[in-house]
């Protein structure tokens, strides 16, 4: 559900991903000695190029923007909205996003990814995938600031 907000797209994703697990699990070769934490590894690597590959047939062309590198400054420090959201709360506002800056902040943020893995994987510059990760904490941020505004007008 990170991927795609669209349900249909998300269980043809997990059926694709699995149908490529079992395929591919004789030649499952675990690199570490824990055969779970090998095995769960492989599986969300697998899981995430399923998505990341539905999402590029089916979106014939992602929507990339590149942004100097002073725009690129991190959040400032200090106590997150997100600290007191549940999970579905944050997932619902990262379903908000547009495909191409969802994916890109999923695979930063969520999965771990760096930029030069993000951009060979999507095959776009390190400097458009800072750039969208950059419009994606911006809108995320913007959504957040909505959200408490339309709360605190609720409760008042």
Known sequence: ??????????VEI????????FKA????????TNLEASLKGWMKRIMINTAIDHLRR?????????????HLDKAEVGESPIASMTYKEILA??????????????LYVMDGFKHEE?????????GASKSN?????ANIKKMLKEAVTYYEQKVV
Not at 93 to 106: A, E, K, T
Not at 133 to 137: I, M, P, S
């Open 25 to 32: 699990l004789p030649t499952f070769n675990p690199p570490h």
């Open 58 to 70: 089916n979106k014939n062309q992602f929507l990339v923007a590149e942004m100097a590198e002073s």
């Open 133 to 137: 990760l950059a419009k994606a904490r």
């Open 14 to 21: 997990v059926n694709d991903g699995f149908l490529k697990i």
């Open 118 to 126: 993000i951009a060979a994987q999507l095959h776009i510059s390190v």
């Open 1 to 10: 559900m990170r991927y795609s907000n669209q349900e249909n797209d998300v």
């Open 93 to 106: 506002v990262i379903q908000r996003l547009s495909p191409v800056y969802r994916i890109v902040f999923n």
